[in-house]
């Protein structure tokens, strides 16, 4: 009988344990998430405590919290347009344990126009969305314009002239009407401020001549007749401002960016996690209650599946990154 080693066996041996060890760990992660929530949830607010994000996020924390029968924690981390909540987020255990309000900015425009220390797209994983409010073109009234094709008109006949205010380089409010002077085939100056409400101030003032800020921003003005609206972002007319068209309607397809809301965790959440946390955001939503007071907010509500809020972010960031090459706007 031959006294010969078997090198079979350290080699079955490693792939037994590999095997079990897969099991096991298949075994503990259904186990954790068939008892999902079981300890409080933190949800990151990528702003400072207060305004509308801020605000947007403890609405809905507090009815997902009693959706799932477990506090829900909003925690503000501020800083870098969103991109401090997106690094402590993305590199956070994908337990379900840690979310964040992902928006427009943190994975759609910072994307296009930074070098970012996270992935938005690799390093997430997309729940669900809440909805989004369109953006709208605004003047100060003092300009001889009343429509769109004026406004155009008028900015062909006199270039350069025109300034238009934004919340900052690279924000929706500056990507966003970049896209509007390429498709207008216009040319205004760039004014860009550190947030949106120094930028409304100049307009009101006469200072600056236009914004695309978030409809529900510029609504109080609206009312009072301190500003004008010219057209929306989206593909239908606002609930909140009817009378407002469209920049489809006027002639202008393709702008649909919109100021929208979601909620991502971490990469690989377990598929059971993520679709309870999604069955019960679209609960939410589905709330009259919720939709009543979004409606007031000039928001609409977007209920859609994980994968369709993944697929929502991909092209989000694909039209923006279009628009900033286009325009060469690049931020350090």
Not at 303 to 313: R, V
């Amino acid at each position: 009988m031959s006294n010969t080693p078997n090198r079979q066996t350290p080699i079955f041996l490693s792939y037994f344990l590999a095997v079990s060890l897969s099991l096991m760990t298949g075994l503990v992660s259904a186990q954790s998430s068939s008892n999902y929530p079981s300890k409080p949830i933190k949800l990151i607010a990528p702003v400072a405590a207060g305004g509308g994000l801020d605000n947007l996020a403890r609405k809905v924390a507090d009815r997902l919290s009693k959706n799932l029968g477990q506090t829900i924690i909003v925690d503000n981390m501020g800083g870098g347009g969103g991109a401090i909540a997106s690094q402590v987020t993305a590199k956070s255990a994908p337990d379900g344990y840690t979310l964040m309000i992902a928006y427009v900015g943190t994975h759609g425009t910072n994307p296009a126009v930074r070098k970012l220390t996270y992935d938005a797209i690799k390093d997430f994983t997309p729940v669900g969305m809440i909805g989004a409010t369109p953006n709208v073109l605004i003047i100060n009234p003092a300009l001889p314009i009343k429509n769109l094709k004026e406004f155009i008109d008028y900015a062909k006949k006199n270039p350069a002239k025109l300034t238009y205010g934004t919340s900052g380089p690279g924000t929706l409010t500056h990507l966003g009407m970049e896209q509007f002077k390429m498709a207008s085939g216009i040319f205004m100056v760039h004014v860009p401020y550190r947030g949106i409400a120094p930028a409304f101030t100049d307009l009101l003032g006469g200072q600056t001549d236009a914004m695309l800020p978030t409809l529900f921003a510029a609504i109080p003005y609206l009312k009072t007749g301190r500003v004008h609206a010219l057209a929306v972002t989206g593909q239908k007319r606002s609930s909140a401002e009817p009378n407002i068209p469209t920049f489809k309607e006027l002639g202008y397809a393709g702008f649909d960016g919109q100021q929208w809301y979601g909620i991502s965790g971490p990469a690989n959440m377990p598929e059971a996690i993520v679709t309870k946390l999604n069955t019960e955001l679209n609960k939410v939503l589905a709330s009259p209650e919720f939709s009543q007071e979004m409606s007031s907010e000039a928001m609409t509500l977007m209920p859609m599946t994980p994968q369709q809020f993944g697929t929502y972010i991909k092209e989000d960031i694909a039209r923006w990154t279009k628009v900033a090459k286009s325009r060469q706007i690049e931020i350090e």
